[in-house]
Antibody
Framework: QVQLQESGPGLVKPSETLSLTCTVSGGSVSSYFWSWIRQPAGKGLEWIGRIQPSGATDYNPSLKSRVSMSVDRSKNQFSLNVKSVTAADTAVYFC??????????WGQGTLVTVSS | QSALTQPASVSGSPGQSITISCTGTSSDVGGYNYVSWYQQHPGKAPKLLIYDVSNRPSGVSNRFSGSKSGNTASLTISGLQAEDEADYYCSSHTSSFTRVFGGGTKVTVL
């Protein structure tokens, strides 16, 4: 069974770049589509984007200008970068498999706070 | 893209049935049979309950069921139990090859 684990800095300064990694165990990063989803405290889920095994990406139009994703097959990981962050980017960030039009399973999530 | 519309809260007594709606447009919910539903308990990651409008993954109780009519999808929880108290989110594929979530519904078991 595939398991996912997010990792990265818990604190990022405004205007800097937020970088997170999702490590895949029990499966290959080359076998699935992968999404990043975030959730501000007390608020709903927001889909950030998706990356295919080929490296092709789809992004939420509201974040597209600031977001990039990549896959590292040698480490069985995929990554998220969000540049020029503000306090509005403070959230719990989840990674998830997003093949077959659904998100399953999910990582446990990691809190990222944007603050100076 | 705009979030799908869900009621902020729904409540019911143990044993009752409740239904949560998820309204979108013909460019998302109404255009594709790719609606999924998620249950999220506080401090936890969301869990897949329903996919492709009405399919349950193995291990999910048959008390959860999904349907769709036009631009509105629905999740029904029958035989409501205390453990069902959680937040519920719908999600849909869109015509732009993106994904969109609903705003979430808090279910309270009275």
């Amino acid at each position: 069974q595939v398991q996912l684990q997010e990792s990265g800095p818990g604190l990022v300064k405004p205007s800097e770049t937020l970088s997170l990694t999702c490590t895949v165990s029990g499966g290959s990063v080359s076998s699935y589509f992968w999404s990043w989803i975030r959730q501000p405290a007390g608020k709903g889920l927001e889909w950030i984007g998706r990356i295919q095994p080929s490296g092709a990406t789809d992004y939420n139009p509201s974040l597209k200008s600031r977001v990039s994703m990549s896959v590292d097959r040698s480490k069985n990981q995929f990554s998220l970068n969000v540049k020029s962050v503000t306090a509005a980017d403070t959230a719990v960030y989840f990674c998830a498999i997003s093949s077959d039009w659904r998100f399953d399973p999910w990582g446990q999530g990691t809190l990222v706070t944007v603050s100076s | 893209q705009s979030a799908l519309t869900q009621p902020a809260s729904v409540s019911g007594s143990p044993g009752q049935s409740i239904t949560i709606s998820c309204t979108g447009t013909s460019s998302d919910v109404g255009g594709y049979n790719y609606v999924s539903w998620y249950q999220q308990h506080p401090g936890k990651a969301p869990k897949l309950l329903i996919y492709d409008v009405s399919n349950r993954p193995s291990g999910v109780s048959n008390r959860f069921s999904g349907s769709k009519s036009g631009n509105t999808a629905s999740l029904t929880i029958s035989g409501l139990q205390a453990e069902d108290e959680a937040d519920y989110y719908c999600s849909s594929h869109t015509s732009s090859f993106t994904r969109v979530f609903g705003g979430g519904t808090k279910v309270t078991v009275l």
